[in-house]
């Protein structure tokens, strides 16, 4: 730090005002001073979690790992070739890795790849559905909530 420098900063805390109180930590989300588990899970909830207008639905027939599994694909954060390129993490290549064709993305993944469709339609055959080809998560999400609706009139 040069001279002028030096005596720039020391001017600056010139201005600084301390106080006679011993040091201590202090909790600031609420403004009241004391930790609160409650404030730390609303800045987790406000600038953590991803958030997301479209419900969660957990179903108590699948085990918890499909739960969470599909919450994420709902919520596009899963761990896929372009979003940890997206991410800044060293990625040979963002091409799928079971077709080597298309870019690995979640609904590529889940709903273009050829893997993907060929088994949906084997689904389909083994059920004796007519399962539309459906290309996002976003067209499935639709589809499954029309399928809800017409059940429950
Ligand atoms: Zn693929």
């Known amino acids: ?19 006679s109180v011993i040091d201590r930590w202090r909790w600031t989300k609420l403004g009241l001073g004391d930790f609160v588990v409650s404030s730390a899970r609303s800045i987790i909830d406000e600038y953590i979690l991803p958030s997301s207008n479209m419900q969660t639905r957990w179903s108590s027939l699948a085990p918890i790992k499909v739960n969470v599994l599909a919450w994420r694909l709902a919520i596009n954060k899963l761990a896929t070739k372009v979003h940890l390129y997206n991410r800044g993490r060293v990625v040979p290549s963002i091409l799928c890795g079971v077709c080597d064709y298309g870019i690995e993305s979640t609904d590529h993944l889940f709903f273009g790849c050829s893997l993907a469709v060929d088994l949906m339609l ?20 639709m589809l499954f909530e029309s399928l809800r609706r017409k059940k429950n009139y």
């Open 1 to 19: 730090m040069g001279c002028g420098k030096w005596e720039e900063f020391a001017a600056i805390l010139g201005y600084a005002v301390l106080s």
């Open 122 to 141: 084997e689904v389909g055959r083994w059920w004796r559905l007519d399962i539309p080809t459906i290309g996002s998560f976003l067209s499935w999400h």
